[in-house]
């Protein structure tokens, strides 16, 4: 892992992309109990958005790090890691916002609870919902934060929906 | 035979208690340790992914398939 987060940095500080920050699944492993996941998602800010120009030279240097592609990831020393590029103003903001931390001696940035909570209620998929309730009941949350974050997305009502579905079942 | 009474409540209350404080002690695993584990895990999806011939994806079981709840294992 620490060498993949080295790999991480160094994209940083070669220019290749502006920003990283992880999230998805391991994002959400840094706050709550361990569950099963299987690539580190890692968004990215590197340029316009719509252009996949940083994907493309980003995949190209890795590759001549000896980093093998395996369909949409890319093997880092081991750890299937995926790139996406953050395409709307929650992701951009959530990779801009994010904590730093140290993990095995090495510096790295993972989004905050609030942002991942954000964004799984925008992505809204069922494995989305499971993990947003498994967060909101585990981690240690600032609930005025968050409705922040929800009020300026607009993501207020589909959190009363979830709320409601949560409490038919 | 002697009537026991069991108290359910208590028990249940115990089995909570339990169950939270190891939770909250996974929750406060440092994050590489917390890697550690997920990596296990896939280990453990994997090895159950080839008696049953499925993985499960992500947090979402998918097995017993058709095929191996009718006593038969294999690739659906």
């Known amino acids: 892992m620490k060498k993949t987060l ?5 994209l940083k ?13 391991m994002g959400a492993v840094f706050y709550i109990e361990p569950f099963l996941t299987y690539d580190l998602d890692v ?6 958005e719509m ?3 940083p994907l493309a030279a980003l995949y190209q240097y890795l590759k001549k790090k000896g980093c093998r592609p395996k369909q949409e990831q890319i093997i880092i020393e081991g750890i299937p890691v995926q790139f996406l590029p953050a395409y709307n103003k929650l992701l951009k903001e959530a990779v801009r916002e994010a904590r730093k931390i140290k993990v095995q001696g090495t510096e790295t940035r993972v989004m ?4 991942l909570l954000a964004i799984m209620l925008q992505t809204g998929r069922a494995k989305d919902r499971e993990r947003f309730f498994k967060v909101l009941e585990e981690a240690d949350i ?15 009502e ?12 | 035979m002697k009537n026991k009474t069991v108290d ?69």
Not at chain 1, 149 to 156: P, Q, S, T
Not at chain 1, 158 to 169: M, N, S
Not at chain 2, 11 to 35: D, T
């Open chain 1, 51 to 53: 252009d996949l120009q």
């Open chain 1, 142 to 156: 600032d609930r005025a934060k968050l409705s922040r974050i929800l009020k300026r997305f607009d993501l207020l």
């Open chain 2, 8 to 76: 359910m409540n208590g028990l249940l209350a115990a089995k909570q208690h339990g169950k939270s404080n190891f939770r909250r002690q996974q929750v406060k695993l440092p994050f590489e340790r917390k890697i550690e584990i997920v990596v296990r895990l896939q280990k453990l999806a994997a090895a159950i992914g080839k008696i049953t011939g499925r993985k499960p994806s992500g947090m979402t079981w998918r097995w017993p398939t058709r095929k191996f709840q009718n006593g038969k294992m294999g690739k659906t």
């Open chain 1, 13 to 25: 500080n070669k220019g290749i992309i502006d920003e990283y920050a992880i999230g998805g699944g």
């Open chain 1, 158 to 169: 589909k959190f009363q929906k979830w709320e409601r579905l949560k409490d038919e079942k």
């Open chain 1, 6 to 10: 080295i790999a991480l940095n160094d």
């Open chain 1, 112 to 115: 905050t609870v609030e942002h």
């Open chain 1, 43 to 48: 968004f990215i800010l590197a340029g316009d």
